[in-house]
């Protein structure tokens, strides 16, 4: 959706190293979501951010929406084959989960 | 934790052919489930908003009479593809609303028409 970017489309890091992946909207958000998804499986829920500067945190993943709602990070510290999939954002406008997602981000972790 | 299903996981059908896909919220009522269609290395479509009881609202460019979608109860909603065509090939999930706040997405189904 061009409402919902992206970035970067793919990551490729050392195990080990910290990396963060962008998502930024073009309208004022209600709620914003992360998805950690696996090739051909559903979607694993990870965090969502409502207010503005919220910063949640869930084992090595931090994730924070700034102050005016239309943009959020997603850090992953010493990062591990583990964390490798692709990760979606998932942005709701109206407060009704009807939920527009990004392109993704795919990352790719080398041991 | 709730759970939602989806069946079939996968499933291979000739052109020209229905696909039933059913979306089931196994311990929680879902008042609204949502359908996306996924394609490879490509990111979540919004398909439809379905509501118990009531008729689904389908997004821009979806077309409601080649995907019918019933949510006749509210632990199950379905999604038929009809006529199905190569080009209808896709993964699809939905995703069901517990109560105001709690959402769960279902583990998909992968769709190849041949």
């Known amino acids: 959706s061009q409402e919902l970017e992206q970035s970067p489309q793919s990551l490729i890091v050392q195990e080990g190293k910290n990396l963060t992946i962008n998502c930024t909207s073009s309208k004022t958000l209600y709620g914003l979501y992360w998805y950690k998804q696996k090739y051909g499986e559903g979607l694993i829920f990870l965090m969502m951010l409502q207010k503005g500067g919220e910063e949640k945190s869930h084992e090595k993943i931090t994730a924070k929406l700034d102050e005016k709602k239309q943009q959020s990070s997603l850090h992953i510290t010493a990062s591990q084959p583990s964390h490798a999939g692709t990760y979606l954002c998932g942005a709701d406008y109206t407060g009704g989960f009807k939920t527009i997602f990004g392109a993704g981000t795919r990352l790719f972790v080398k041991a | 934790g709730a759970v939602v299903s989806q069946h079939p996981s996968r499933v291979i059908c000739k052109s020209g052919t229905s696909v039933k896909i059913e979306c089931r919220s196994l311990?929680?009522?879902?008042?609204?489930m949502f359908w996306y269609r996924q394609f490879p290395k490509q990111s979540l479509m919004l398909m439809a908003t379905?509501?118990?009881?009531?008729?689904?609202?389908?997004e821009q460019g979806v077309e409601k009479d080649k995907f019918l979608i019933n949510h006749a109860s509210l632990t199950l909603s379905t999604l038929t593809v009809t006529s199905a065509h190569p080009e209808d090939s896709s993964f699809y999930i939905c995703?069901?609303?517990?109560?105001?706040?709690?959402?769960?997405f279902g583990p998909g189904t992968r769709l190849t028409v041949t």
């Open positions: 995703r069901a609303l517990q109560g105001a706040s709690e959402q769960y």
């Open positions: 311990d929680f009522q879902a008042t609204t």
């Open positions: 379905s509501n118990e009881g009531s008729k689904a609202t389908y």
